[in-house]
């Protein structure tokens, strides 16, 4: 049978959101042509993640709503519930036509092509020497280019299926990621983030330059407003870095940099390999270095073992350093792991308090962070209409808080403008256009 059409779901981070932007791009070299809704493509991808919520559970009912439709499409399931489950996938449902493991994503092609055969396809497992090919890539967003640079980690969190889901940290060559980079900007993108589970770990395989170095050679390439970075690991955040965000304009002021618990004791069960002081005083050189610079990090609540004290570590540390965003969730363990034996679990009901209570103290710092802005003048990269509010857009400061303001008609997407705050929410911030902002760090606009 011949598939004419796809429709691509995406789960979990930027990487998988990547990964889904590299499917599309070889699904329309097959002359594949997107569907307005799952029920209406021959092919649905399912593009899964499993490092947080409940994958399996959430994949087997999405799997079981999609063979159920009057035209059943054929289901690819890629990303890293497909490494961790391989063939078994196939036992779900007659449906699933292939499997396709992060390691293979560049196989896409080949595993339509085998159901167009007649035969279903498990691609799992890691080639060495796989190319990167980003000239297929199909791109949603014209003022944004996301641009991988490490691929898989080596760290092994106790916690976490990424090494085993998506392999051994491997760094592109500095040559082809610029390349890429000039690419992006010569078409017009704006902001490059840069990706890596461990961006910060970067190294060159030809010449050995760092990931400091990598970001000011970015950060050079013309055309550029903004050059982010995901997900950085406080191992790997060292002073030259520090010197590049500092000395750099064009380098980001938002900073992601997970620290998981604010206990000792937990970070070391976590093999997080550094201790809450170290942490501690990173941020601090961090915001000696750069004191514009806003943080958000990654939490997890009722790591197995995890006391009272412990999770009061962890709230201590966030009321001492007070990030702008917490992305929290509930330990829930990851079959294959080291964490999902040990035997110690938390319970439900107590991860659901804590978690309820941790939520309570950062929104109310997210919003007391937000409120200093108020009234001040912001550089805003204007992403697209805002979702609440079509008559509004929706853009990011150089800091990557959400700022929506009103059109006035003389501006569009991929523009940077001064927008003067006048009211703060805990998750985004409000404004006008200000074209009188006399110094404002708007870049970029030359
Ligand atoms: S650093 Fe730890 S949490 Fe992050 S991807 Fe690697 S193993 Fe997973």
Known sequence: MRMRSYFIETWGCQMNQHDSELIEGQLRERGLRPAGAAGEADLVILNTCSVRERPMQKIVSRIGVLEKLTRPPVIGVCGCVAQQE?????????????????????????????????????????NADSEHNFSTIFRKSSTRGMVTVVEGCNEFCTFCVVPYTRGRESSRSMTDVLTEVRSLAAGGVKEIELLGQTVNAYVCPDSGADFATLLDAVAEVPGLCRVRYITSHPRYFNDRLMGVLASNPIVSRYLHLPFQSGSDTILERMHRRYTRDEFVELIGRLRTAVPDIHLSTDVIV????????????????????????????????????????????????????????????????????????????????????????????????????????????????????????????????????????????????A
Do not use: C
């Open 302 to 445: 009722g790591f197995p073992g995890e006391t009272e004290e412990d999770f009061l570590q962890t709230m201590k540390l966030l009321e001492r350093l007070r990030f702008g965003h917490v992305f929290a969730f509930a330990f829930s363990p990851r079959p294959g792991t080291p964490a999902a034996k040990y035997g110690d679990q938390v319970s439900e009901e107590v991860m659901k308090g804590r978690l309820h209570r941790l939520f309570e103290l950062t929104d109310r710092i997210s919003l007391e962070l937000n409120k200093e802005l108020v009234g001040s003048a912001v550089a805003v990269l204007v992403d697209g209409d805002s979702r609440r509010d079509p008559n509004d857009w929706q853009g990011r400061g150089e800091d990557n808080r959400v700022v929506n303001f009103p059109k006035t008609g003389h501006e569009t997407i991929g523009d940077v403008v001064a927008v003067r705050i006048r009211r703060a929410g805990a998750h985004s911030l409000v404004g006008d256009r200000d074209d009188g902002v006399s110094r404002l760090p708007v870049i970029g606009q």
């Open 86 to 126: 391989g063939a078994s996938l196939l036992g779900r449902s007659k449906s699933v036509g292939f499997v396709l493991g992060p390691g293979q994503i560049g196989l896409v092609g080949e595993a339509v092509r085998a159901v167009e055969q007649g035969e279903r396809a498990v691609l799992t497992g890691f």
